[in-house]
């Protein structure tokens, strides 16, 4: 019997998945449905929607590092998620025109001028070039369909019953789809935040502790930051107030042939970056988002949201600069921003509720080391991430807890960049490979009930991150005759088997009291006889 697996998303996170599942003579159905278009037909202004979703139109940066990116090392340990992010590059790399033309820069000391302002975040990044973006997309979406892979494009998925393991949608025309799934990807990256949170809510599903990111994205002539370029072309500049949970960093840095995209969340505008490799679009600008990690803030999607919503301005984000004016978008036009000035800017300040002081800060830091940069600069405003709250999920398979057949992956999890979302995407498609007869019979009250007809996945050994033997069975972590631990960040929820079939926890005790369903080595033997091992 083989499994159907659908994937909601065409994006980073899922093609990556697919291609494990394919290179590993998956024997199974992969269905992807996505809302934009194939590599063929996908426009240069669609930015967030079609093959390799956001992703594919990107800067094209893959960074190599587990502090970078979103989280990813939290579910499978430091070894496994460098491994994991191995495997995306080499598929970057394997369907690049020209794969000598990747490189990596890795920079490997902090230059002493940084160090009484900031701290420099070092890491090796793979440089794929967003120029090539668009081929490196077609070659891996024929192999996709050469293999078999069934892609629906320009379908936006409007709901899935988690219980019935069902979905529907929309085509282009119009017209109903519907599809069944015994195993469902949900990777629908920033563009379907609205989509996750919305199945969030329906489902109640349970999830993590969370921090606001958000700030500029901010914009000057490259020669101001030559010095720190040589040294780390993608540099990442660190500040922290521990004491007042707030942190900030440099993000995503662009040189050369630099310009800011309008990212488009909930009909707001926020900001992002991209570079282009050809010399021809060469600007000679240097663009990063300057990121605040604020803790401690309660809800914080909800805070973030609010806040992007009141840095709107004519149905725009906002541009703010003591000396410039937005800049030109790779395809001639500016970029779209209100342009505000000093007194606008005080208003903003008071929308950041006090915390907009951190980013003047930085911006005077950066002043101190970069003594050319006095105010030629401009800042967009504002760029967010992390706007939807990250669904709690099983971090052996990253399955929601709630549905263990269906996982979450990439930026709808708790990716932030390409390698983590592509790695996350990988790490699934490991799981649906080593448990090939996992069909989940559900129960009204959706408990996982055992189905005689149909195999036991074997039990696996884990090694966790701190050495420790874990054993798995059916994506949980198995106390064999004790609970099956579910992971749920620091602590532990639990829930009772026993032969595979669910029990509370009191009629688990009796069982065990009784010794009722218990394995032949667990039971007294017989008087007079002994079990043999
Ligand atoms: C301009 C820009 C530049 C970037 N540059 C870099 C960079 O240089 N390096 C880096 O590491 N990261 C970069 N990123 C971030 C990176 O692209 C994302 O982190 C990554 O693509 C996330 O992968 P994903 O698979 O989770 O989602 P995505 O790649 O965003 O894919 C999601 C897909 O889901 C589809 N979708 C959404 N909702 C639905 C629905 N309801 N039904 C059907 N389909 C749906 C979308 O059409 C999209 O194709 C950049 C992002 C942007 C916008």
């Known amino acids: 019997m083989s499994k159907n697996v659908v994937m909601v998303g065409?994006?980073?996170?899922?093609?990556?998945?697919?291609?494990?599942?394919?290179?590993n003579g998956f024997d199974g159905k992969i269905t992807i449905i996505d809302m934009g278009k194939n590599p063929y037909d996908r426009k240069y202004s669609e930015v967030m929607e079609g093959f390799l979703g956001a992703g594919g139109w990107s800067d094209g940066k893959l960074t190599y590092h587990t502090a970078i990116g979103g989280q990813l090392s939290k579910y499978c340990g430091e070894d496994k998620a460098m491994e994991l992010m191995d495997q995306v590059i080499t598929n970057f790399k394997r369907f690049h025109p020209k794969p000598e033309e990747v490189h990596c820069s890795n920079p490997t000391?902090?230059?002493?001028?940084?160090?009484?302002?900031?701290?420099?975040?070092?890491?090796?990044?793979?440089?794929?070039?967003t120029d090539y973006l668009s081929e490196i997309a077609k070659n891996w979406y024929d192999?996709?369909?050469?293999?078999?892979?069934?892609?629906?494009?320009?379908?936006?998925?409007?709901?899935?019953?988690?219980?019935?393991?069902?979905?529907?949608?929309?085509?282009?025309?119009?017209?109903?789809?519907?599809?069944s799934y015994d195993e469902l990807i949900f990777g629908v990256g920033k563009s379907g935040i609205d989509f996750g949170k919305s199945l969030a809510e329906e489902y109640d599903l349970p999830t993590e502790p969370k921090s606001v990111q958000i700030g500029v994205r901010f914009e000057a002539p490259q020669k101001h930051f030559q010095k720190l370029i040589d040294v780390s072309y993608d540099f990442k500049l660190y500040r922290k107030f521990d004491d007042k949970g707030v942190s900030l960093r440099s993000f995503c840095t662009n040189n050369n042939a630099a310009f800011v995209a309008v990212e488009e969340t909930y009909g707001n505008y926020s900001y992002n970056g991209h570079a282009k490799k050809d010399e021809k679009f060469r600007n000679d600008m240097t663009n990063f988002g300057i990121i605040m990690e604020l803790n401690g803030i309660e809800d914080p999607f909800t805070w973030s949201r609010n806040l992007v919503k009141k840095l709107q301005i004519n149905n725009k984000g906002l541009y703010y600069s003591p000396s410039r004016t937005s800049s030109l978008t790779s395809e001639g036009g500016h970029v779209e921003a209100t342009q505000i000035n000093e007194y606008v800017m005080g208003e903003v300040r008071e929308a950041f509720e006090g915390y907009f002081k951190y980013i003047d800060d930085f911006i005077d830091g950066m002043k101190e080391i970069f003594p050319t940069l006095k105010d030629d600069w401009g800042m967009y405003i504002p760029e967010v991430k992390y706007l939807s709250p990250e669904p709690l999920v099983d971090y052996t398979n990253l399955a929601l807890t709630k549905y263990p057949n269906v996982h979450f992956v990439g930026d709808a999890l708790s990716a932030r960049?390409?390698?983590?979302?592509?790695?996350?995407?990988?790490y699934v498609a490991e799981y649906i490979l080593?448990?090939?007869?996992?069909?989940?019979?559900?129960?009204?009250?959706?408990?996982?009930?055992?189905?005689?007809?149909?195999?036991?996945?074997?039990?696996?050994?884990?090694?966790?991150?701190?050495?420790?033997?874990?054993?798995?069975?059916?994506?949980?972590?198995?106390?064999?005759?004790?609970?099956?631990?579910?992971?749920?960040?620091?602590k532990k929820k639990r829930e009772y088997y026993l032969y595979g079939i669910q029990y509370t926890e009191e009629d688990h005790k009796e069982a065990i009291k009784q010794q009722t369903g218990l394995p032949w080595f667990k039971q007294p033997a017989p008087k007079g006889e002994q079990h043999r091992h």
């Not at 065409?10 to 290179?23: E, H, R, S």
């Not at 874990?470 to 994506?475: E, K």
């Open 417 to 426: 960049g390409i390698t983590v979302s592509g790695a996350q995407g990988t």
């Open 109 to 129: 000391a902090e230059p002493d001028f940084i160090k009484p302002y900031f701290g420099l975040r070092l890491f090796p990044v793979w440089h794929i070039g």
């Open 10 to 23: 065409a994006g980073v996170a899922n093609v990556n998945a697919a291609t494990k599942l394919i290179d």
């Open 434 to 490: 080593a448990n090939p007869n996992i069909f989940r019979i559900f129960t009204t009250n959706n408990n996982i009930m055992a189905d005689k007809k149909i195999p036991y996945p074997k039990p696996q050994k884990l090694k966790k991150a701190d050495g420790t033997i874990a054993h798995l069975w059916d994506g949980k972590l198995h106390n064999w005759a004790g609970p099956a631990l579910i992971p749920e960040g620091n």
């Open 143 to 179: 192999y996709l369909v050469d293999k078999g892979v069934n892609f629906i494009w320009e379908t936006k998925v409007t709901s899935i019953d988690f219980n019935a393991k069902f979905i529907r949608g929309k085509d282009k025309h119009q017209q109903e789809i519907r599809s």
